[in-house]
């Protein structure tokens, strides 16, 4: 399971004006926010959502289950892993949607429930950059 995050037209219409006054920096800019900041709080929101059973056993919220992936303009965050045989795997992340196993009978959506929480941080922070960048430049 993974999820990706890229940057909306839409959610930055806000943005557009202060986009304008520094085109030759703005995608640096939004990539230093999406790939430190953006990474770091979005895994964390959806570790906070990871369930924990009460089996006697290593829980991925206890753990690192998740690696990134850095993208122009976004990032994907993927659930380590992949069969839950496999030592080392948290094999009830990679199919939390569907409530596939034994011991996950209901659909659980923490990867987009964690994005979904960190959207509006993330644009918040975009913003702040670039209002930064103009305060330093002016």
């Known amino acids: 399971m993974s999820i990706r995050y890229d940057l909306d037209y839409q959610e930055v219409e806000k943005l557009e004006e202060k986009f304008r006054k520094v085109p030759d ?3 640096n800019i939004i990539n230093q ?9 979005t895994t964390a929101a959806i570790t906070k959502e990871l369930p924990v059973s009460n089996r006697t056993k290593k829980h991925a919220k206890y753990s690192k289950w998740s ?9 994907t965050v993927k ?3 992949g069969a839950a045989k496999n030592p080392g795997s948290f094999g009830y992340l990679v199919f939390p949607n569907e409530g596939r196993g034994p ?6 959506r923490f990867m987009e429930e964690g994005l979904e929480k960190t959207t509006p941080e993330i644009i918040e922070l975009i913003s702040e950059r670039i209002d930064n960048f ?4 002016f």
Do not use: A, C, D, Y
């Open 79 to 81: 659930t380590k892993g």
């Open 103 to 108: 011991h996950n009978p209901l659909e659980q």
């Open 25 to 27: 920096n703005v995608e």
């Open 33 to 41: 926010v999406l790939h430190n900041e953006g990474i770091k709080r």
């Open 67 to 75: 690696k990134s992936e850095k993208h122009n303009l976004g990032f």
């Open 134 to 137: 103009l305060e330093e430049e």
